[in-house]
């Protein structure tokens, strides 16, 4: 009863923002992203009927209290569906930076519940599977599915699921993700909790929804300056109103607003690239692949480290020789 799973993160294109269930961790509103490559997480797990206690490790570090019980959301969901109580032993591992804004609990969860399905010997489609990740993030139900990815609004797990948007394949190949890493630590978990308390949380709940349905005619049409204009935009509604809560999280750092700037300054210049953020400090640098080292060059000039990436796939099982243990 073992399997291992890998997913990639995502870069929020609209974004949610504040939970309507915060235990099954619904959303107000639906949300699309982009899942990007090969930055990923790859997760052993193995349910063992003779074990006497769960355990979570991450990266090396043993997981306890609150991250252990969003771990356990989503092993006690799968057990539930295989109808056993059995111990499990899950061991993952980034590889890339977290909780700078990166997405990794995207991928972290969305890798452990398909690795978790798996290993039950569960036959579920990934639809299916993001409703068990979204357990533990609601962003990971989109990496379930990877690609460009839809996660619909709902109040149960037939409406509350992940997925996939057609997008056309030279769009998405052609697509570069330079990235601009800011490490910052952040609360994503305490501004989705007062998310509702911001003055301008009505506004982003009536803005957002033609911001949806411009994104999904966008990416269906490969049209690269409509999604990440729109992408864009989301970001500075997003933090406008993180900012206006209770406690006006500002996630944004001087290497951030000096990235925006460059992003301006070569799109006047006629380069197409375009900006967007999570909710962290790291910059998203959305442009094409004829683009990519002269847009990276400008973002490294803004004094941080840099990559590019590209856009990834769905999440997968791994040969049993990947396994981390």
Request: charge should be negative; include cysteine; charged fraction near 25%.
């Amino acid at each position: 009863m073992k399997a291992t799973a890998r997913a990639h993160p995502i870069q929020g294109l609209v974004k949610y923002h504040g939970m309507r269930d915060e235990s099954l961790r619904m959303p107000y509103h639906d949300s699309i992203s982009v899942c990007t490559a090969p930055s990923n997480t790859t997760t052993t797990v193995e349910f063992d009927p003779d074990r006497d206690a769960d355990q979570y490790v991450v990266d090396g570090d043993t997981v306890t209290g609150h991250g252990a019980d969003r771990i356990r959301s989503v092993v006690d969901a799968v057990r539930d569906r295989a109808g056993f109580d059995h111990r499990v032993r899950l061991e993952s591992q980034n590889s890339f930076p977290t909780n700078i804004g990166l997405g990794s609990s995207s991928s972290g969860f969305a890798a452990a519940a398909l690795a978790c399905v798996r290993a039950a010997g569960l036959d579920l489609d990934l639809p299916t599977v993001s409703t068990i990740a979204r357990r533990g993030s609601a962003s990971a139900a989109r990496a379930v599915t990877g690609g460009f990815s839809d996660l619909h609004a709902g109040l149960n797990d037939a409406d509350c699921r992940s997925e996939r948007l057609d997008a056309p394949a030279e769009f998405a190949s052609d697509l570069r993700i330079v990235v601009g890493e800011v490490p910052a630590y952040k609360e994503t978990e305490s501004a989705h909790a007062e998310a509702a308390d911001s003055h301008m949380f009505d506004a982003r709940l009536a803005h957002v929804q033609g911001q949806l349905a411009e994104m999904r005619d966008a990416v269906r049409a490969g049209d690269f300056q409509r999604v990440f204009e729109t992408a864009e935009h989301d970001s500075l509604s997003l933090a406008a109103t993180t900012m206006t809560g209770p406690s006006g999280w500002v996630y944004w750092k001087p290497e951030t607003l000096s990235i925006f700037e460059t992003v301006r300054e070569l799109r006047a210049d006629g380069v197409p690239t375009y900006f967007s953020t999570d909710t962290g400090a790291t910059v998203y640098v959305n442009t094409t692949a004829s683009h990519a080292d002269e847009v990276e060059a400008a973002v490294a000039d803004c004094g941080v480290d840099t990559a590019v990436w590209e856009v990834g796939g769905p999440a997968h099982e791994l040969d049993e020789r990947d396994a981390i243990f």
